[in-house]
Structure formats: structure tokens, C-alpha cells
């Protein structure tokens, strides 16, 4: 049966993630930096409001590069089920610090809105928001590219940050060039209100998400199908399945469920059949851990009740799924 124990392949990985999570923060890093500077010297409030949005990203591939570190250790006497949920701790606490920046960028840019603050330089702001896009549209891919190789939801969530960046980034030079074209200054604020809105947004996202797994919501129901099916495919020696329960730990799917199965089979028969489902689930949701406890069905007189057991069909299919299993 599977264990969460079972990490060495992952744990191969680990350097890759590391390695780019470690780019990513000196990106953002680089980033913050000169987005403040361009902000402050241009006096463009929507500038600015995306230097916050670049500080939230550094404090989030920060969290996010611990986290890997963290959540990939094995089971310990301490954490019978891993370090998976470090992940999503760190995910809302990162979403609420996300969030605090756009509420308070939102108050800034309307404050500017009320005073009417011009925008000094906005020739300025375009020409380095337009080197600042060009950088994290080549960190979003890259970041999204070892997010699938590596299958690092961290990543993941880093390379959507920077892919946000490029459409933020996009407005805020769209704003200055009609602000510098038209001379309405209230477009940058407006603007800035905007992006703001949109980090808010996105960082009740990334809340929503982090609570749910913390609060051991269920798998989607697209997934609960899946193990239903597979359980229903090996009828009859299955009968059905009982009080199926699902949850995510970080990257794991942790799967309990009670089988019923025909109380005909040998023991030895039944460790097989559910050591064979349990590997099926596995090939078809990543990094699932499923534990199983199997029942008896309550056939008072199998030899009369059990009349749809046909071992020969199941036999077969068992062997069919072992050749494709042992090519895969």
C-alpha cells in the first residue's frame, strides 16, 4: 500500500525546485527594486502600487522556497502523515499578506486620486515597466515549466504570480502613456486601483485555497468519480465502496475508503484486489495515498446469493491491468 514514506524519486527533484526558486527570488528581488526607484522617481502611484505587488512576490518565493524544503521531509514520530501541510500554511498566510499590500495600495492611490498628484517622468515609468515585463514574462515560463516537470504546486503559484506581473505590468504602461498623451493624471490612480483590486483578488484566491486544504476539505468531485470508477471496475469481487473520505495534504491526496468485498475470495485474494486498485488510483491522481479497510459482503449463503461472481473475468482483467502496470 502506498506510504507517504515512499519519496526518493520526488526527492530527486528537489534540487531542480530549488534551484529555481532560489532564481525566482533574486528576480523579484531585482524586480522590487527597481520598480520602487521607478516609482518614486517618476511620482506614478501605479508604478509604485506594482513595486508592492513585487514585494509580495519576493515574500512569497521566499515562503515558497522553505516550504519546499519543509514539505518534502518524510513522515517523522512527530508527523504521521508528512510535512505536506507546511505548503498550505505557508499558501494562506502568504495570500493574507498579499491581500493587507492591495488593501493599502488601494488606499494610497485614492489618496493620490483626492489630492491630484501629477505624474513627474512618465516616460520614465513606461520604458522600465516595459524591461520589468519582458523579465517576468521570461521568469513566468520558466518557473511554470519546472512547476510541470516537477509537479511543485509552490511553483506553480510563483509562475501565476509573475504571469500577473505581465497583464499588471501591461496596464500601469498603458496609463502613463495616456496620462503623458492626454494629461489627465487621474488615470494613474485609477489605474493603481485597479491592479490593487486585482492582487486582492487573486490573494483571496490563494486564501480560499489554503483554508481548504487546512480544513481537510474533500478532493473535487471530478477526482471522488474517478476513485469510484475504478472501484466499480473491479466488480465483482468488489461489491462497493463505503464511506470514501478525501483530503489534501501540500502536494498529497490523502484517500480513505471501506471496501466490500465478496467474502468467497481468499485473504491473500483480497490483499490483491485492493493492492491493485490502490496502484490504479495512483496512476490516475498524482501523488494519491490511499488506505483501505476491507469489509465482508453480508451474503447469507454465497454458494445461492452470490450468483454474479465470475472469477474467470476478474482473473482476466487483473492480468491485463499487471502487463500494462509492469510497462508503464
Same mark, same amino acid.
Given at each position: 500500500?502506498?506510504?507517504?514514506?515512499?519519496?526518493?524519486?520526488?526527492?530527486?527533484?528537489?534540487?531542480?525546485?530549488?534551484?529555481?526558486? *532560489?532564481?525566482?527570488?533574486?528576480?523579484?528581488?531585482?524586480?522590487?527594486?527597481?520598480? %520602487?526607484?521607478?516609482?518614486?522617481?517618476?511620482?506614478?502611484?501605479?508604478? %509604485?502600487?506594482?513595486?508592492?505587488?513585487?514585494?509580495?512576490?519576493?515574500?512569497?518565493?521566499?515562503?515558497?522556497?522553505?516550504? @519546499?524544503?519543509?514539505?518534502?521531509?518524510?513522515?517523522?514520530?512527530?508527523?504521521? #502523515?508528512?510535512?505536506?501541510?507546511?505548503?498550505? #500554511?505557508?499558501?494562506?498566510?502568504?495570500?493574507?499578506?498579499?491581500?493587507?499590500?492591495?488593501?493599502?495600495?488601494?488606499?494610497?492611490?485614492?489618496?493620490?486620486?483626492?489630492?491630484?498628484?501629477?505624474?513627474?517622468?512618465?516616460?520614465?515609468?513606461?520604458?522600465?515597466?516595459?524591461?520589468?515585463?519582458?523579465?517576468?514574462?521570461?521568469?513566468? *515560463?520558466?518557473?511554470?515549466?519546472?512547476?510541470?516537470?516537477?509537479?511543485?504546486?509552490?511553483?506553480?503559484?510563483?509562475?501565476?504570480?509573475?504571469?500577473?506581473?505581465?497583464?499588471?505590468?501591461?496596464?500601469?504602461?498603458?496609463?502613463?502613456?495616456?496620462?503623458?498623451?492626454?494629461?489627465?493624471?487621474?488615470?494613474?490612480?485609477?489605474?493603481?486601483?485597479?491592479?490593487?483590486?486585482?492582487?486582492?483578488?487573486?490573494?483571496? @484566491?490563494?486564501?480560499?485555497?489554503?483554508?481548504?486544504?487546512?480544513?481537510?476539505?474533500?478532493?473535487?468531485?471530478?477526482?471522488?468519480?474517478?476513485?469510484?470508477?475504478?472501484?466499480?471496475?473491479?466488480?465483482?469481487?468488489?461489491?462497493?465502496?463505503?464511506?470514501?473520505?478525501? *483530503?489534501?495534504?501540500?502536494?498529497?491526496?490523502? @484517500?480513505?475508503?471501506?471496501?466490500?468485498?465478496?467474502? *468467497?475470495?481468499?485473504?491473500?485474494?483480497?490483499?490483491?484486489? @485492493?493492492?491493485?486498485?490502490?496502484?490504479?488510483?495512483?496512476?490516475?491522481?498524482?501523488?494519491?495515498?490511499?488506505?483501505?479497510?476491507?469489509?465482508?459482503?453480508?451474503?447469507?449463503?454465497?454458494?445461492?446469493?452470490?450468483? #454474479?461472481?465470475?472469477?474467470?473475468?476478474?482473473?482476466?482483467?487483473?492480468?491485463?491491468?499487471?502487463? %500494462?502496470?509492469?510497462?508503464?
Amino acid at each position: 500500500m502506498p506510504s507517504l514514506e515512499r519519496g526518493g524519486g520526488r526527492r530527486i527533484l528537489l534540487p531542480s525546485k530549488l534551484k529555481a526558486s *532560489r532564481l525566482l527570488i533574486g528576480t523579484a528581488i531585482i524586480l522590487f527594486l527597481v520598480k %520602487l526607484a521607478a516609482g518614486l522617481y517618476s511620482g506614478s502611484i501605479a508604478v %509604485l502600487s506594482l513595486a508592492g505587488d513585487s514585494l509580495a512576490d519576493l515574500c512569497a518565493s521566499l515562503i515558497g522556497y522553505f516550504t @519546499i524544503i519543509k514539505a518534502e521531509e518524510p513522515a517523522d514520530e512527530d508527523h504521521h #502523515f508528512g510535512h505536506g501541510k507546511f505548503e498550505n #500554511f505557508a499558501s494562506f498566510a502568504q495570500g493574507l499578506f498579499i491581500f493587507a499590500t492591495g488593501c493599502y495600495l488601494i488606499y494610497m492611490a485614492v489618496r493620490k486620486w483626492i489630492a491630484g498628484e501629477e505624474v513627474l517622468r512618465a516616460g520614465t515609468g513606461m520604458v522600465v515597466l516595459g524591461v520589468t515585463t519582458v523579465v517576468s514574462l521570461a521568469a513566468s *515560463r520558466y518557473a511554470s515549466n519546472v512547476a510541470k516537470d516537477t509537479e511543485s504546486v509552490v511553483l506553480k503559484t510563483d509562475s501565476f504570480h509573475y504571469a500577473m506581473d505581465v497583464w499588471t505590468n501591461a496596464g500601469a504602461i498603458a496609463a502613463l502613456g495616456l496620462v503623458k498623451l492626454t494629461g489627465w493624471v487621474a488615470l494613474d490612480p485609477i489605474v493603481a486601483i485597479l491592479v490593487s483590486l486585482y492582487i486582492v483578488w487573486q490573494a483571496a @484566491i490563494i486564501v480560499k485555497e489554503g483554508f481548504d486544504v487546512l480544513t481537510d476539505k474533500a478532493l473535487d468531485e471530478k477526482e471522488n468519480r474517478i476513485i469510484r470508477e475504478i472501484v466499480k471496475n473491479h466488480y465483482p469481487k468488489v461489491l462497493s465502496a463505503r464511506e470514501l473520505r478525501t *483530503r489534501r495534504s501540500g502536494i498529497h491526496r490523502l @484517500i480513505n475508503l471501506t471496501l466490500v468485498l465478496c467474502r *468467497r475470495i481468499s485473504l491473500e485474494e483480497a490483499h490483491d484486489v @485492493i493492492d491493485h486498485i490502490e496502484r490504479e488510483i495512483s496512476e490516475v491522481i498524482p501523488q494519491a495515498h490511499t488506505t483501505t479497510h476491507p469489509e465482508p459482503c453480508e451474503c447469507e449463503d454465497p454458494e445461492r446469493d452470490c450468483k #454474479f461472481f465470475r472469477k474467470e473475468e476478474f482473473t482476466s482483467h487483473l492480468q491485463e491491468e499487471e502487463a %500494462l502496470w509492469k510497462k508503464s
